[in-house]
């Protein structure tokens, strides 16, 4: 048996996992603690006290996800002061082997780790071939792209920056809201995570209310004013994308409603533009944390429709089996998975 630490760390919240892997790669979670990131001023006290209070011998090995970039080994943390390095964490923790990841690799590698029937609900069954690449894409704050390539016996992860490439308008509506992100930011490009995240959520309400396409109540209105008076504070008292969802999906608001059908459209679509470049026939796996709360937006049809809307190839298209992640810990059981490979 090998003891093997897991982390999820984050601007907001860190999430540990002490993780016991046998000789045949089952992992059994021995205990797990959810920490407020900002009450610390590093990562070090954090795993300090989780282990003290595990009472266990110190793990052999660590891998902790990172919600931002990783560059060798090394990570600064959006909206924290924190810099973490694997070879200062090995010697002050005390853990042989430390390693840090983008936390989109690591729902990459936490895919592997899923139980199909518990943790997916599938969009489309397709024409499953498991020696294809795998596509994982992801909103939430913004947008995670990636794929897994099979080596041998095992799959490789590999991040990408796809969420930073442009978004494409297919018709009238969605030409005229590139151009209002244009002028309302004073931009050159717009970017598809611009669309298909959580702030794409309320800059497609935002666009829909100024543009006068729909009535904006007191309720709706009160909540997103609150959240643009807080831009560029570290911490948000409201949450605009999860309340226009929502309001959406009790279908109590024509706005939010509005909002939500352009949004699941253009991620439909995204997902389809992804598919195309890798042919995913391992599956196309749409994480992420907006997903699993909008299911039923996503099982309507107008998902997959825009999915595959693409011409000659949707033939192609509608061979990938698609499922939608549910279980929100994905990153969590992937670090674990990747620190059993160090």
Not at 10 to 18: E, F, H, N, P
Not at 76 to 103: A, C, H, M
Not at 230 to 244: F, H, L, N, W, Y
Not at 269 to 277: D, F, I, R, V, W
Request: aromatic share 8%; proline share 5%; with cysteine.
């Amino acid at each position: 048996m090998t003891l093997l630490l897991a982390g999820d760390i984050g601007g907001t919240k860190t999430i540990l996992r002490l993780v016991e892997a046998s000789d045949h790669s089952a992992l059994k979670t021995i205990d797990e603690e959810k920490y407020r990131s900002q009450d610390f001023p590093d990562l070090v006290p954090i795993v300090r006290q989780f282990l003290a209070k595990a009472k266990t011998p110190t793990p052999e090995k660590a891998c902790f996800a990172i919600a931002g970039p990783v560059v060798k080994n090394t990570a600064k943390l959006t909206n924290l002061t924190w810099f973490l390095d694997s070879k200062r964490l090995q010697e002050e923790l005390g853990i042989k082997q430390v390693s840090l990841i983008n936390d989109f690799e690591a729902v990459g590698y936490g895919i592997l780790g899923l139980d199909k029937e518990r943790d997916l609900h599938t969009l489309q069954v397709g024409a499953l071939n498991p020696e294809a690449p795998i596509a994982i894409l992801g909103a939430g704050t913004g947008l995670g792209e990636g794929f897994l390539i099979k080596r041998g016996e095992e799959y490789h992860v590999f991040p990408t920056e796809g969420g930073h490439t442009d978004f494409a308008p297919r018709n009238e509506l969605e030409f005229q809201l590139l151009k209002y992100l244009l002028d309302k930011h004073d931009i050159q490009r717009v970017s598809v995570e611009r669309v298909v995240s959580g702030m794409g959520i309320v800059s497609i309400y935002e666009f829909l209310r100024d543009r006068k396409l729909a009535v904006e109540s007191p309720e709706i209105a009160e909540v997103v004013r609150t959240w643009e008076q807080e831009a560029g504070q570290p911490e948000k008292s409201v949450d605009p994308g999860a309340v226009i969802g929502k309001a959406a999906l009790e279908k109590s608001d024509y706005l939010c409603e509005q909002t939500m059908q352009l949004f699941v459209e253009a991620y439909g679509a995204e997902a389809g533009n992804l598919a195309l470049k890798l042919l995913p026939y391992g599956g196309l796996y749409v994480a992420g944390g907006i997903a699993p709360k909008i299911l039923p937006l996503l099982q309507d049809g107008r998902f997959l429709l825009n999915f595959s809307q693409k011409g000659r190839m949707r033939r192609l298209l509608e061979d990938i089996p698609v499922h939608v992640v549910i279980d929100p810990q994905v990153g969590l059981i992937g670090a674990a998975i990747a620190a059993t490979r160090l």
